[in-house]
């Protein structure tokens, strides 16, 4: 059974930083890929960063790349996402997920506010 936990959302500021976390325990060969997903009140859902096993992959979504950082331990299973330079259009419910998008976590929420 895979489960993943994702953490380290919460309020800050705009130009704040945070850095979330998804803790995965179980197996499953669609680890290989892990992605960050995010949903903001009243929208679809918004692929954000997806990374590779080796972590020597990593993509990220336009409107988070440049101030975005993914990577992932892969001894302590847990991907992290850092985000900095915060902005209110940042706010949303922040998912991880696996490669084939079957085990999600409960999400994590991040509000950027003044």
């Known amino acids: 059974q895979v489960q993943l936990v994702e953490s380290g959302g919460g309020l800050v500021q705009p130009g704040g930083s945070l850095r979330l976390s998804c803790a995965v325990s179980g197996f499953t060969p669609s680890m290989d890929w892990m992605h960050w997903v995010r949903q903001a009140p009243g929208k679809g859902p918004e692929w954000v960063s997806g990374i590779w096993i080796s972590g020597s992959t990593t993509y990220y979504a336009a409107s988070v790349k440049g101030r975005s950082t993914i990577s992932r331990d892969n001894a302590k299973n847990t991907v992290y996402l850092q985000m900095n330079n915060l902005s209110p259009e940042d706010s949303a419910l922040y998912y991880c997920?696996?490669?084939?998008?079957?085990?999600w976590g409960q999400g994590t929420q991040v509000t950027v506010s003044s």
């Open positions: 997920t696996t490669g084939d998008l079957q085990y």
